[in-house]
């Protein structure tokens, strides 16, 4: 049976601001890092082992993997990196303080344009600061200007059909380190979680889910590794 684990990246500097991030490129923080790590140590000592692993162009996922694996002595297992994995575009949200936007735009307001399943935050304005339209790592790519959890969606599946998924048939084990939203895209997939209950899924930041699949890569049991 092929396993799957996910794990969303450690606590990012943003997630410790409360500010809205997507995109943009920050860090873990001292104690997303040992999240990452203590992930590793607790993979390594439930008996999970890898074959191939996936993640996004962001610096908190690649780290994220980097540091659990270090932990597991696997760092020279083969990685892609993929901007299809990334977290959700948010806009002109992208920088802003989560509770500062609340009180600016009205709490209703915020929470659609946070957990709407396709109801997209207001598009970045041209030349924002946060504008990664020239950045390299995505030439040849047209960054979104913003996107809902279902466009998400609509860029993560069909990578994972392209790529992930024949990994997973030919018997390889996958990890996949990436972001709230991006794993939403894979979990509601994989589960078959409908439109309306997904945008609630809370997915904790550094605890691995483990995923045991059919030969149709169908769910059999899905369990974040510290509940055992």
Request: with cysteine.
């Amino acid at each position: 049976m092929p396993t799957l684990v996910l794990i969303r990246h450690g606590q990012s500097a943003w997630n410790l601001e409360n500010r809205f991030t997507g995109w943009w490129d920050v860090d873990v923080t001292d104690k997303g890092a040992e999240e990452a790590r203590a992930a590793g140590r607790l993979m390594a000592a439930r008996g999970l082992d890898f074959d191939r692993c996936f993640t996004s162009l962001q610096t908190r996922a690649i780290k994220t993997l980097n540091l659990a694996l270090e932990e597991m002595g696997r760092l020279w297992l083969p990685v892609a990196k993929d901007w299809r994995l990334n977290e959700r575009h948010y806009g002109g949200l992208t920088g802003l303080d989560k509770a500062e936007t609340a009180a600016e735009f009205g709490d209703e307001q915020v929470k659609i344009w946070r957990r709407s399943f396709d109801v997209p935050p207001p598009p970045m304005a041209p030349g924002s600061a946060y504008d990664l339209s020239l950045d390299r790592r995505y030439a040849g790519i047209t960054v979104p200007a913003t996107e809902s959890l279902k466009d998400t969606i609509a860029r993560v599946l069909p990578y994972w059909e392209a790529t992930i998924a024949p990994a997973l048939r030919a018997g390889e084990r996958v990890l996949i380190s990436a972001h709230g939203n991006s794993l939403r895209a894979l979990v509601k997939h994989l589960s078959g979680i409908p439109d309306d209950e997904i945008t609630h899924l809370e997915i904790p930041t550094g605890q691995p889910i483990v995923y045991e699949l059919d030969a149709a890569l169908g769910e059999i049991e899905r369990y974040y590794l510290s509940e055992r």
